[in-house]
């Protein structure tokens, strides 16, 4: 797993100058923040590559003398609008109310020498590569943008280099240009591993990579502009590109100015990592921003993370402990209609959660893993285990006591089996709920296919709220105040 910073570029530059210092103390400082954020949401990477790193600078120089070399790149004059934030040209046709298409801001009208990449050279070959890979995009509606956007009005040749500010890898055959952000960014991937380096080890063992994620912002670069890269490299594409939307408030895109900006360490204080991000992936659905409100944020927390899971392991923690002492029952294998319709719908939610996640559908999938959720809970009202603890002058002993060990035992097995479907997205809450139920949390995915083989297990003494319930206006005034701040 591989993440970064991409740190070249005029906006860089600029940023810097503002800020009184140097480009490379001031990236330096952003990589940390960077990090420090990654480190605080668990997001364990393999490694975090830089574009400043040195054996990139020294790889990239290569790749773009190759280019040159192979006809693929030439010198030219470039006119044309361009938005400093995205560090894209743009047409006039292609502007948007005479601003940035990607970021609605304002663009400058820019002509400076510059080298080209033939873009058009390889169109047709792009287009057949997208029509015999059906996977190479996610979601597929992404790729019909593309084509439809940027390659069938004709694919125009890409800006490579720049010649009016200095932060960047500068041309060995022509050091007064400085290559430009995107050709610098994209051949990370395979800088990252060693490729044109001293030791291509990781680049032979795991390129080309099974997933690329994005966000849409970045989509035509990455989708059209990459992959032809590596067509002109020789080398093999990406097997999966996904295209994630955005996170947006009520009033657009969060902006310092309007107010409405909340960062995720801020939540995760106060709320915890989990529910963060619960909430963040619950709203974002594969073909649509995800929407982020004070309001909706505490009435999900309420009512997904401590009405519907966090009650159903408490009384199943209850249950355990006031009719068994804290015991969980043997699988009794009874065969009454709530266990089997349980049990048949568990298995049903998990081929569908896999392939959901197969499919990066993981707004979808959580949804769907609390559609098990909400079946246990209703599980438990439909059978009634405090009735079937009642035994009276008329009833049958034996069997109204096989029936609560039948019901004991399936809320635990499903609460194992709700903790290992969310370990993926909620790691933290997965090994809260196990350490409850006395279960050990070296569990794998495999293991869903083991319903039945919790034995010798013992819950905690008390159950412990693995969310406790907000006060609704409280929080959300709370979420509003650091917005504004």
């Known amino acids: 797993m591989l993440t970064g910073t991409d740190e070249h570029g005029q906006k860089i ?12 103390q001031y990236v330096d400082i952003q990589a940390q923040a960077a990090k ?9 990477y393999d490694k975090y590559m830089r574009t400043t790193d040195e054996y990139h600078v020294k790889a990239v120089q290569q790749i773009f003398e190759r280019f040159l070399k192979q006809g ?14 995205c560090e894209s040209y743009f047409t006039e046709t292609q502007l948007v109310n005479g601003k940035c298409p990607d970021c609605g801001r304002d663009v400058k009208k820019m002509k400076e020498e510059a080298y080209f990449f033939k873009m058009s050279k390889y169109a047709d070959r792009l287009l057949k590569y997208y029509d015999e890979h059906p996977d190479f995009i996610k979601p597929d509606y992404r790729k019909q943008e593309m084509i439809n956007n940027f390659i069938k009005p004709g694919l125009e040749d890409l800006c490579v280099t720049r010649t009016s500010f200095s932060w960047g890898i500068p041309v060995l055959s022509d050091p007064k240009h400085v290559i430009y952000v995107w050709l610098d960014a994209l051949t990370n991937y395979i800088t990252a591993l060693g490729y044109n380096g001293d030791d291509d080890t990781l680049f032979k063992k795991y390129w080309p990579a099974d997933l690329h994620i994005v966000g849409k912002d970045i989509a035509r670069f990455h989708l059209i502009y990459w992959p032809i890269f590596l067509m002109a490299l020789d080398l093999p594409i990406p097997k999966t590109i996904y295209v994630h939307n955005w996170i947006t408030m009520k009033d657009g895109k969060m902006s310092k100015s309007m107010g409405n900006v909340i960062y995720p360490d801020q939540l995760i204080d106060r709320y915890g990592l989990d529910a963060t991000k619960y909430f963040l992936i619950r709203q974002m659905p594969t073909g649509a921003d995800g929407l982020f409100t004070p309001e909706s944020f505490v009435e999900i927390y309420n009512s997904d993370l401590c009405n519907d899971l966090g009650n159903l392991l408490n009384r199943t923690i209850a249950m355990c402990n006031k009719y068994f002492d804290g015991n969980i029952p043997d699988y009794a294998g009874l065969d009454n209609d709530q266990d089997i319709e349980l049990e048949e719908f568990q298995k049903s939610i998990i081929e569908r959660v896999e392939n959901k996640i197969n499919e990066y559908e993981f707004a979808s ?7 098990l959720v909400s079946k246990a809970n209703k599980y438990i009202d439909e059978t009634k285990p405090w009735e079937l603890a009642k035994i009276g002058e008329n009833d049958d002993k034996e069997l109204k006591e096989a029936q609560l060990k039948s019901v004991i035992y399936h809320l635990c097995a499903t609460l194992k089996q709700i903790a290992i479907l969310i370990r993926p997205l909620m790691k933290d809450t997965s090994d809260e709920i196990l350490r409850q139920l006395g279960l050990s949390n070296d569990v794998k995915w495999s293991d869903l296919d083991n319903y039945y083989d919790i034995h010798n297990a013992k819950v905690i003494e008390k159950g412990e709220p693995i969310f406790v319930r907000l006060n609704v206006q409280e929080e959300i005034n709370y979420i509003q105040g650091l917005m504004k701040k």
């Open 365 to 371: 999938s959580l949804q769907t893993i609390w559609e």
């Open 72 to 85: 693929d790149i030439y010198k030219g004059e470039y006119e044309g609008w361009y938005c400093e934030d």
């Open 13 to 24: 530059e600029d940023k810097a100058k503002q800020n009184n210092m140097e480009p490379k």
């Open 36 to 44: 420090d954020l990654w480190k605080k949401m668990k997001i364990n």
